[in-house]
């Protein structure tokens, strides 16, 4: 799907394309693909790269066009990875500026509306960058509250019963995590790079630029802050358990000591030999009674030990 975006006071909904509109295409069709090679030009080579999910972001300039390559979080039906990010493609030069994305994230149409409502007024195309670069950081930020909250809620569920599915949970999460650091680092390395283009440094807006790293630096500082968090906390559960196992090894080794003393006992005097019981009317109740208390005497002395 695609749309065009004039650059007005804030974003203007156009029809068809217009000098230095913005053309947003998400998860683009065969149709949409030939209006992009054909009707803007745009080089076939940068729209396969946004295609492949694991490129990294960059900043290349070839044959007069710009291409800058980002990752913005999304969020995943996927329950087993709720949150990754995605690569989003923006391609410019002269007066066409172009963005492509795969999927449907929340990240641009909030930026739409949040433009729009704010009467935002986009200069150029390195400024409609970083503010895109902006609020995909703020997005991280949002993401990062909702993995606290799922990790809350598994901590909770983890002190009233130790289950496979909530480490599960923190499982995932950490790999949500990992993406996030990754693609936040690679952000950062690209707001760096485009901060110094010689020919283009002077014309941006510093203010812009030290909200843009403030807000990447935060969402980085919160993922590390959150995933060390987690690891700890993995760490301790998986000590608990640890310690669980050995304290059921322990209880059971007790156990079965405790029913050895009288098998041992019945298995002596069942033996085909003399052992001055064999006469005894009182023989048996005496062995049942030797059993009975030496069995007793194994549980007080497992019980101090703390076995039980």
Known sequence: MKSFWKRDLGLVPSEEWEPYCWVDVEIPTEEERKYLFDELGVPEAFFNDIEDVDERPRIEFEDEWF????????????????????????????????????????????????????????????????????????WFLKYLKQINLDIRLAEDQLEKSIKNEDLQTLLSIEKCLVYFTTSLKGNDILLHRIKNLRNYKDTYNPDLIEDVEIELRQAQETTS?????????????????????????????????ILMIPTLIASIYGMNVPNGLENNPWGFGLVVLASFLFSILGIVLFRRKKWF
């Open 67 to 138: 291409f800058i390559l980002l990752r913005m979080p999304y969020k995943n039906v996927d329950v087993s990875l709720p949150f990754t990010t995605i690569p989003v493609g923006i391609i410019f030069k002269d007066d066409i500026f172009v963005s492509i994305s795969f999927y449907r994230t929340e990240v641009i149409p909030d930026f739409i509306q949040f433009t729009i409502r704010k009467g935002i007024v986009i200069k150029d195309h390195f400024d409609l960058v970083l503010r895109l670069m902006l609020s995909s950081s703020v």
């Open 225 to 257: 802050v959150h995933s060390d968090i987690l690891s700890g906390m993995m760490d301790a559960y998986a000590s608990v358990i640890s310690n669980n196992l050995n304290n059921v090894m322990r209880q059971l080794t007790s156990i079965s000591i």
